[in-house]
């Protein structure tokens, strides 16, 4: 089944200690990307990566790290979180071959709260 | 930089009506694509129908279609025949070829469907 997996689902951590969401898709996409989704401001994009280590920032990329070191996955990392970090937060992936034709699919979500 | 509006925050739509969700965006780039996502409340983004740019005729996918208008910067959701289960989050987004394949989100409308 074509399918993006996320871990963990649901993480309370607190502020300072290091955490690392994974992502993995299994469709053999170029593109991966990360979003996090917060209530008014729908989803905005924290990094993207279009191949194998290249990876570049989105709208929101403050606090976040990402790798794509393989092409099937591209872990999140938050070095240090803080509260504002608290959100929802999506990994997507797609085709990219011929642009911006092709939908995303997104993985089921990750809801974090840093405390 | 591309912007994407959802102007309607929530709406009531009685059932088996249709129902147009409105979403105007905002680039410089002639080339894009334009999605609509639902995101029922369990959370995942399922994909719904895609128009590009150079589409000369609206998209269309089952019960659901794009008006687009093209000067208009406009690309609405019309859902006929509206069932119980479309009550969800709706989410318009846009693609730019040249914006390294970012995908935009508007900050959604709520749907809910009366019986």
């Known amino acids: 089944e074509a399918q993006v997996t996320q871990n963990p689902r649901y993480l309370i951590t607190v502020t300072g200690k290091k955490l690392t969401v994974t992502c993995s898709q299994n469709?053999?996409?170029?593109?991966m990307s990360w979003y996090r989704q917060d209530p008014g401001l729908g989803l905005r994009q924290i990094y993207y990566s279009m191949n194998v280590e290249v990876t570049d920032k989105g709208d929101v990329p403050e606090g976040y790290k990402v790798s794509r070191k393989e092409k099937r996955n591209f872990p999140l990392i938050l070095e240090s979180p803080s509260p504002n970090q608290t959100s929802l937060y999506f990994c997507?992936?797609?085709?990219?071959?011929?642009?911006?034709?092709?939908?995303?699919?997104f993985g089921p979500g990750t809801r974090l709260t840093v405390t | 930089a591309q912007k994407i509006t959802q102007t309607q925050p929530g709406m009531f739509v009685q059932e088996k009506e249709a129902v147009t969700l409105d979403c105007t965006y905002d680039t410089s780039d002639p080339s894009y694509g334009l999605f609509w996502y639902k995101q029922p409340s369990s959370g995942e983004m399922i994909f719904l129908i895609y128009?590009?740019?150079?589409?000369?005729q609206n998209a269309t996918e089952g019960r659901y279609s794009l008006n687009f208008q093209k000067a208009r910067k406009s690309a609405n959701l019309v859902i006929s025949a509206s069932q119980l289960g479309d009550s969800a989050m709706y989410f318009c987004?846009?693609?730019?070829?040249?914006?390294?394949?970012?995908?935009?989100f508007g900050g959604g409308t709520r749907l809910m469907v009366k019986p």
């Open positions: 987004a846009m693609r730019v070829n040249n914006a390294g394949n970012m995908l935009t």
């Open positions: 997507a992936s797609s085709r990219l071959a011929g642009g911006y034709h092709y939908e995303q699919y």
């Open positions: 469709m053999n996409h170029e593109y």
């Open positions: 128009q590009g740019s150079y589409d000369q």
